[in-house]
């Protein structure tokens, strides 16, 4: 059975953070890609006030076996103290690209010293 693929979800506050936690992912192999879309408006609730910010919305192509060293790294880089970050199963996909994810990702990753 071949590895699940799987779309990440995570909101960032600039291009420039977004930038920079995608790319220490793409280099550790956690994942083989992100998307980075700027011009997200997020309205949620936070520590009892409504708030309405800007952000950007990173899109994260990885496997399901790479998720939980994934899902630290970015805890561990990103500034929000509770950021998003949602794993999304891939139901199906064109089957070169799938396999591009699987190949660009390695699920036993070491975090870095």
Not at 14 to 21: C, K, L, Q, V
Not at 70 to 93: F, I, Q, S, W
Request: glycine content about 6%; proline content about 8%; aromatic content about 6%.
């Amino acid at each position: 059975m071949a590895v699940k693929v799987q779309v990440v979800v995570c909101t960032f506050p600039d291009t420039e953070t977004a930038a920079r936690i995608g790319s220490a992912l793409v280099e550790e192999a956690l994942a083989a890609c992100i998307n980075i879309i700027p011009g997200v408006r997020s309205i949620y609730r936070w520590e009892g006030r409504i708030c309405d910010d800007a952000e950007v919305m990173g899109l994260i192509k990885t496997t399901e076996a790479c998720f939980d060293a994934l899902r630290a790294r970015v805890v561990e880089l990103h500034p929000y103290d509770c950021p998003e970050v949602v794993a999304l199963p891939v139901a199906d996909g064109h089957p070169a690209y799938l396999d591009w994810v699987r190949h660009g990702t390695t699920p036993n990753h070491q975090p870095k010293p």
